[in-house]
C-alpha cells in the first residue's frame, strides 16, 4: 500500500507565492512520474505538471513561467513552487505519483487527498 499526502496549501493574495509538498510512503521501490493535477469548482480535473523520475518537467501552459516542480527521490517527495499566483489558480491540488512496488514489476497510479489553495484578488 502506498499513500501520499500533500502539504502546504492555504489562502494567499494575488502575486504572492505557495509552495505545495507531497510525500509518498509505503510500499515504494520506485517512483516513475510524479505530477500535480487541480481541480476547480464545477471545473474538471487538469494536470498542472509532471516530473519523470529522471527530474524532467512538463508544464500546462497556464502555469509555465510562474510554477517550478521538483522533486527529492531521496525522500520520496515532490514539490509545486508557485509564484505570481492569480485568483483562477484556485483549486484543490492532488498529487500523483506513479509506483513500482517491487523491482521490475508493474506501475500503479496512488493519489492525495488534496490540498486546497485559494488566491484572493
Known amino acids: 500500500q502506498v499513500q501520499l499526502v500533500e502539504s502546504g496549501g492555504g489562502l494567499v493574495q494575488a502575486g504572492g507565492s505557495l509552495r505545495l509538498s507531497c510525500l509518498a510512503s509505503?510500499?515504494?521501490?520506485?517512483?516513475?512520474?510524479m505530477n500535480w493535477h487541480r481541480q476547480a469548482p464545477g471545473k474538471q480535473r487538469e494536470l498542472v505538471a509532471t516530473?519523470?523520475?529522471?527530474?524532467?518537467?512538463n508544464y500546462a501552459d497556464s502555469v509555465k513561467g510562474r510554477f517550478t516542480v521538483s522533486r527529492d527521490n531521496a525522500k520520496n517527495t515532490v514539490y509545486l513552487q508557485m509564484n505570481s499566483l492569480k485568483p483562477e489558480d484556485t483549486a484543490v491540488y492532488y498529487c500523483?505519483?506513479?509506483?513500482?512496488?517491487?523491482?521490475?514489476?508493474?506501475?500503479?497510479?496512488?493519489w492525495g487527498p488534496g490540498t486546497q489553495v485559494t488566491v484572493s484578488s
Open positions: 509505503g510500499n515504494i521501490f520506485s517512483i516513475d512520474a
Open positions: 500523483n505519483a506513479h509506483v513500482r512496488p517491487l523491482p521490475g514489476g508493474s506501475v500503479y497510479s496512488y
Open positions: 516530473t519523470a523520475s529522471s527530474g524532467m518537467p
